[in-house]
């Protein structure tokens, strides 16, 4: 459960600032205003998951519903060289049985913030919403896919429209 809702969480994050073949367009930082992203953007990354997860036991002892998982990943350009942000979010337990869990994950990259929604379950590839975001991606909407790769580490895409 764990590595999937990380392998998520990564891939956010690399969505955000990192993109194989296409660049952002940025103000230099003694504008005031960051330049919104227009038409559709594919953005890639590499997540590390840097193992600072904490997981919060809140009903019956051991995983039970309301129970809680707090995140923290480094997200990185694709090749895994550089370090362009970093992901934050929680995920809360809602059924014991499957498992799966309701995620919240924000990436803090180059230029904004990307926040994200998810519902997080076994399989190593997760499908997020992109629920809104800061500076160059204050207007964006969309979806991306975090697939975690094994090795502490998964690929993040973003295609975002905006």
Request: proline share 6%; charged share 15%.
């Amino acid at each position: 459960m764990r590595t999937k809702l990380w392998t998520f969480v990564l891939a956010v994050a690399i969505l955000g600032f990192v993109m194989g073949g296409i660049s952002l367009s940025l103000r230099p930082a003694s504008t005031s205003a960051v330049a919104p992203l227009v038409g559709t953007t594919h953005l890639h990354f590499l997540v590390k998951f840097i193992g600072q997860d904490t997981f919060l036991d809140l009903g019956a002892p051991g995983p039970s519903q309301g129970d809680e998982m707090i995140l923290h990943d480094l997200v990185f350009s694709p090749d895994g060289r550089t370090q362009v942000g970093y992901d934050g979010g929680s995920c809360v337990l809602f059924d014991v049985a499957k498992p799966e869990e309701n995620c919240t994950l924000t990436y803090s990259l180059p230029g904004g913030d990307i926040t994200t929604q998810f519902l997080n379950s076994p399989p190593p590839a997760k499908i997020f919403a992109v629920t809104g975001g800061t500076g160059t991606y204050r207007n964006v909407r969309g979806q991306g896919k975090l697939v975690e790769s094994g090795h502490e580490t998964a690929t993040l895409t973003f295609d975002l429209i905006g």
